[in-house]
C-alpha cells in the first residue's frame, strides 16, 4: 500500500505532518538568521531573563518578540510557546 495514493486518513496525518514540518523549518530559519545577525555584530544573545515579553531578556528574545508583530510564522510560535503547544 502506497501512502501518496491513499486518500484516506493516513494521507491526512501525512498532510498534517509535512505542514508542521514546514512550520518548523521557517522557524529554525528566522531564529538562525537572527543568531547569525547577533553573532555577526558580536552581540550577546542573552540577557538576565530567558522570558519572551519580559524586561531585561536580551537582544535575541527582543529579536524573536520584534518579528512576532510582523512575521507570520514567528507569531504562530510565539503563540504556540504561550499556550503551551510546542
Keep these: 500500500m502506497h501512502l501518496h495514493k491513499n486518500p484516506g ?3 491526512y496525518h501525512m498532510k498534517i505532518m509535512e505542514k508542521e514540518k514546514a512550520h518548523w523549518r521557517n522557524v529554525l530559519l528566522r531564529i ?3 543568531i547569525q545577525y547577533l553573532a555577526k555584530n558580536n ?3 542573552r ?3 530567558d522570558v519572551l515579553y519580559e ?5 535575541f528574545l ?6 512576532a508583530k510582523f512575521d507570520p510564522v ?3 510560535h510565539v503563540r504556540r ?3 503551551n503547544e510546542t
Design 55 to 59: 524586561k531585561n531578556n536580551g537582544k
Design 43 to 45: 552581540d550577546a544573545l
Design 47 to 49: 540577557g538576565s531573563s
Design 32 to 34: 538562525l538568521a537572527a
Design 62 to 67: 527582543g529579536i524573536i518578540e520584534m518579528l
Design 74 to 76: 514567528i507569531s504562530e
Design 9 to 11: 486518513p493516513n494521507n
Design 81 to 83: 510557546i504561550k499556550g
